[in-house]
């Protein structure tokens, strides 16, 4: 563990000295024309050849256009606020030194409540692509690692530097935000998405409704995922046919899974078993078993495309499955990932999937 927690304690340090996030430090602006509205364009679309203006813009997937990771937009910035935030927490709650605790404070202060600084709790124009449309629901996917920003909040509640009026600033927050999800174009426009994108948007709303003490809200929405997108998208043999379609196929599956095994938690919470769900013969399980049997074999045993094999993706999803189903064979390779990369921040919170 003490690699890892290296890593976690630089990473917290670093962040020590970084300045506060806002999604008003873009330069760019949304169609809203208010730079309180967060703003990204979709990674993967690029100026047409084509067109001297280079509009509309193209996709070429599993390409990311360094252009939409610039501060003209909000995505990396938010990125970043999420990784500060849950390193700052993690190294608090495992030090016990306030420094981090504090710093933590600041950077939520500014993200979720200061006026002049507040992020507004939609996602209207989220992923645009110029030349095409100012805002899409496939953009609600940039907004899932304000998950572990909800866990580090809940992990500081007793740090003393989240104030009860903060906490249910916070709270209102999360609870406005996920009442956009339920109710927006863009909310129902991703909850219907058949991949990874869907089942993120499960995840999303179970995890802040969770937050904000909507319980039947996150019940209800574990059954509609096992339904709707977990059963849909595994097919018989494990695999998620959505995403082994992909140009990244090892990525986006284990990226589909990083959620699974959030919603599998979710569903301990929340009484209802999503870990050992079946039907028709496709199982969760089966497709964590895919992803396993991968583990220390060449690129060439992973059957589909991924022009950026990553093995190291696998780890996440792996310690979480290993500690859900306490299998040999995931425990084994889970081990043999961890070994490989002792350095990753998720073997020190094995039962949670951190969200990249």
């Known amino acids: 563990y003490m690699p890892a927690w290296q890593a976690l304690l630089q990473q917290a340090d670093a962040a020590l000295g970084h300045s506060v996030y806002s999604v008003t430090d873009k330069t760019l602006l949304p169609a809203s024309g208010n730079r309180h509205d967060y703003y990204s364009f979709g990674p993967y679309w690029w100026p047409n050849p084509d067109r001297k203006d280079g509009m509309p813009y193209i996709r070429k997937d599993g390409q990311i256009n360094p252009d939409t990771k610039t501060d003209g937009t909000d995505s990396k910035r938010m990125v970043r606020f999420s990784n500060d935030v849950q390193a700052l927490a993690l190294a608090w709650f495992y030090s016990g030194k306030d420094k981090y605790a504090k710093k933590a404070q600041q950077l939520l202060h500014a993200w979720f409540l200061d006026s002049k600084t507040r992020m507004n709790p939609n996602l209207n124009y989220a992923q645009a692509i110029p030349g095409k449309v100012n805002g899409r629901g496939i953009g609600i996917i940039d907004t899932r690692v304000l998950i572990d920003v909800a866990d580090s909040i809940a992990l500081l509640e007793t740090s003393g ?32 998405w058949y991949n990874n994108h869907g089942a993120w948007y499960d995840t999303q709303v179970t995890a802040f409704s969770l937050f904000t003490d909507q319980l039947q809200q996150a019940q209800r929405q574990v059954e509609i995922f096992k339904l709707r997108h977990l059963i849909s998208q595994v097919n018989a043999a494990g695999e998620l046919t959505s995403e082994t379609e992909r140009t990244r196929s090892f990525h986006y599956t284990n990226f589909a899974l990083s959620a699974y095994a959030r919603m599998g938690r979710y569903g301990e919470k929340t009484h209802n078993d999503v870990w050992g769900f079946e039907l028709d013969n496709r199982t969760m399980k089966k497709a964590f078993a895919l992803v396993s049997e991968q583990t220390g074999k060449p690129q060439k045993s992973w059957v589909h495309e991924d022009i950026r094999y990553t093995p190291s993706e696998a780890i996440g999803p792996l310690l979480a499955a290993a500690r859900a189903y306490q299998d040999a064979e995931f425990t084994k390779n889970a081990a043999l990932l961890v070994k490989e990369n002792n350095k990753d921040i998720n073997i020190l919170i094995p039962g949670s999937v951190l969200v990249k």
């Open 161 to 192: 530097y989240i104030t009860p009026q903060a906490l249910t600033g916070y709270k209102k927050w999360y609870a406005d935000y996920t009442q956009w999800l339920l109710t927006s174009h863009n909310g129902f426009e991703e909850s219907n």
